[in-house]
T-cell receptor, first 115, second 116 residues
Framework: AQKITQTQPGMFVQEKEAVTLDCTYD???????LFWYKQPSSGEMIFLIY??????QNATEGRYSLNFQKARKSANLVISASQLGDSAMYFC????????????FGQGTELSVKP | EAGVAQSPRYKIIEKRQSVAFWCNPI?????LYWYQQILGQGPKLLIQ????????DSQLPKDRFSAERLKGVDSTLKIQPAKLEDSAVYLC??????????????FGAGTRLSVL
């Protein structure tokens, strides 16, 4: 069965430093996608980055990059040069290509950026 | 481009009452999702529509929850009767297409339901 694990309930980072949020996943399928979403206190889930299971290069979107290690089934999010506005909940999610696009989410990591 | 619209933002009801939530997806998006997010957890899919047909409702408690998507655009999610454990944020999302690959889901701000 699909499962996403985020082992860090909360993280602190100093402004302008980089931070890594961990995510491991479990699937028996070969074709799947991995997503990261940000959820500020306002409640809306904001899409950050996507990695396909067959993508050979790690995905990058501005200050966000995804460290994809397929053999270890990990998909860590790296945020470079943290900003105060990065303080939020971050969710890792997975979809299996034979499941119609349904997202399975992890428990989330609360990131706090300190000035 | 307008995002996913949801209303109301907040709702407080007593147990055994009924409640309905409304969602308007991004224009042109064929697929619409309803997720339930209990405090401290990640969202969990309740139901997925492709146009006005149901793709997946395997985790929808059908004895009390119902959802429809008339004309393949707006959708409503109803709970009747509500239980205390239904207290959660109900998130609506839409995507251009459904299925495999880079199928980005865009979320609304959610409806926060409190059942007393």
């Amino acid at each position: 069965a699909q499962k996403i694990t985020q082992t860090q309930p909360g993280m602190f980072v100093q402004e302008k430093e980089a931070v890594t949020l961990d995510c491991t996943y479990d699937t028996s399928d070969q074709s799947y996608g991995l997503f990261w979403y940000k959820q500020p206190s306002s409640g809306e889930m904001i899409f950050l980055i996507y990695q396909g299971s067959y993508d050979e290069q790690n995905a990058t979107e501005g200050r966000y990059s995804l460290n994809f290690q397929k053999a270890r089934k990990s998909a860590n999010l790296v945020i470079s040069a943290s900003q105060l506005g990065d303080s939020a909940m971050y969710f890792c999610a997975m979809s299996e290509d034979n499941q119609g696009g349904k997202l399975i989410f992890g428990q989330g990591t609360e990131l706090s950026v300190k000035p | 481009e307008a995002g996913v619209a949801q209303s109301p933002r907040y709702k407080i009801i007593e147990k055994r009452q009924s409640v309905a939530f409304w969602c308007n997806p991004i224009s042109g998006h064929a697929t619409l999702y309803w997720y339930q997010q209990i405090l401290g957890q990640g969202p969990k899919l309740l139901i997925q529509f492709q146009n006005n047909g149901v793709v997946d409702d395997s985790q929808l408690p059908k004895d009390r929850f119902s959802a429809e998507r008339l004309k393949g655009v707006d959708s409503t999610l109803k709970i009747q009767p509500a239980k205390l454990e239904d207290s959660a944020v109900y998130l609506c999302a839409s995507s251009l297409v459904g299925g495999a690959g880079k199928n980005i889901q865009y979320f609304g701000a959610g409806t926060r339901l409190s059942v007393l």
